[in-house]
């Protein structure tokens, strides 16, 4: 079990109690609305039956923005490079109505919105320029049966020289033998039809700027740093976790739209100790449970995060979702008791996986528990409905936000 900072739940109860309930936060999106094919060609590989006929009967009803739909790492990566202006810019074009920045920082301290701290080598173009210099593990080529390997931290860089790289689609080559090799991963069922130019990457103020131009709502991810804290001797991550935060007031930012996101259950706490406006909407990130010995400690880990004052728990699909003896998915254990508590749950992450017919024949972790329901690629709708309708979760995040937006603008979630 992952249970840390046990000390702070009977003042984090209270710091609970005292904040009370959040108040409506306002999305005022800027633009309309487009979907693509992709909503349709889900639902006509649907089994035929009432939620086929529902979904097919708004084909036709213009869409609007829905904070139901959570862009993913921009929400538009199956083929826009990740964290990215383009990325951003096209998953809220899909209606995405809450944008994600995952966060991470730099040589000089700087945020900026990267997946993992230590991913620039797969997510951008830093091996083929001066800057692969820098790199904590120099890329080293495939040879006598090892693969290719590399390893580049933001933290190797500083804000100025990270804005000099280009963004692309996350992968690589790991039989390369030369860093342009080494670059060319990009999954079968992706597309580097929009990578071809430089994709624009971020820092963290600039993500608040954009989103909020495109008048949605901000869920930044403090993402676990790779490097030792504190990191330099004396960045400590109550720092770091202090500094993502005061961006959003800097910028003048209603902590109403704001959904900070950790999975650092301490991370958590500090924000419902020391920034109870933000902390209401703490998300915790759980991955506690991603093995079936492990899995039942992440149910019974839900009591002690509700008691310390979390309100809001981020648990990965197949954490909510199971299958019946009939192979219907249905609520997981884990998704009743959290409905029970009364949190509120968000989920993640839709259209990560490839063609569900594979996922069926090949396994793949955001269906690990419910395999036995996952037959083709329609089956995807299914899911957001138990998940939607029966389990009430708050929102899904998404790689390719159009899905999720299409589903909420046809129940009317906006």
Not at 109 to 134: F, G, M, S, W
Not at 228 to 238: I, K, L, S
């Amino acid at each position: 079990m992952h249970i840390q900072v046990v000390s702070l739940a009977t003042g984090l109860i209270a710091v609970a109690q005292v904040v009370g309930a959040a108040p409506a936060a306002k999305c005022k999106p800027k633009r309309n609305v487009e979907l693509g094919p992709r909503p349709e060609y889900l639902i006509r590989d649907m089994d035929d039956g009432p939620l086929k006929d529902k979904l097919s009967s708004c084909l036709d009803q213009e869409a609007k923005t829905s904070k139901f739909s959570i862009g993913h790492r921009g929400g538009a990566v199956l083929q826009f490079p990740e964290e990215t202006v383009e990325s951003f810019v096209a998953g809220t074009r899909m209606g995405a109505g809450i944008q994600e920045c995952d966060v991470a920082f730099t040589a000089d301290r700087e945020l900026v919105c990267r997946h993992a701290q230590c991913d620039l080598h797969t997510t951008t173009n830093i091996l083929v320029t001066p800057l692969a210099a820098k790199c904590t593990t120099p890329f080293t080529p495939a040879a006598d049966g090892k693969p290719a390997t590399a390893r580049c931290c933001t933290s190797d860089i500083t804000l100025v020289e990270y804005k000099t790289l280009c963004g692309k689609m996350d992968g690589y080559n790991a039989s390369a033998t030369t860093p342009e090799d080494f670059l060319d991963g990009t999954a079968d069922w992706r597309t580097n039809l929009y990578s071809e130019q430089c994709g624009t990457v971020l820092s963290h103020k600039e993500f608040i700027e954009l989103v909020d131009d495109m008048g949605l709502e901000f869920t930044p991810e403090l993402k676990l740093p790779d490097v030792e804290m504190p990191y330099d001797g004396d960045y400590t991550q109550e720092m770091y976790a202090q500094q993502m935060i005061d961006e959003y007031k800097e910028a003048g930012i209603d902590p109403a739209r704001v959904w900070p996101q950790s999975f650092v259950f301490s991370d958590v706490a500090y924000w419902l100790a020391h920034e109870p406006e933000f902390g209401r909407q703490a998300v915790l990130l759980d991955d506690k449970g991603n093995t079936p010995q492990t899995f039942p400690g992440a149910i019974a880990n839900l009591s002690f995060y509700k008691e310390s004052g979390v309100q809001v728990i981020a648990p990965p699909l197949p954490y909510l979702v199971t299958t019946d003896e009939n192979d219907n998915y249905v609520p997981s254990e884990y998704a009743i008791t959290a409905k029970e508590l009364g949190f509120k749950i968000i989920t993640w992450s839709l259209e990560r996986s490839p063609p569900l017919k594979r996922v069926a024949e090949e396994g793949d972790y955001y269906y690990m528990y419910m395999l036995n329901g996952t037959k083709h690629d329609g089956d995807l709708y299914e899911l957001v409905d138990v998940l939607s309708r029966e389990i009430s979760v708050l929102g899904i995040f998404s790689d390719w936000s159009a899905t999720v937006t299409y589903y909420a603008n046809c129940f009317g979630i906006l």
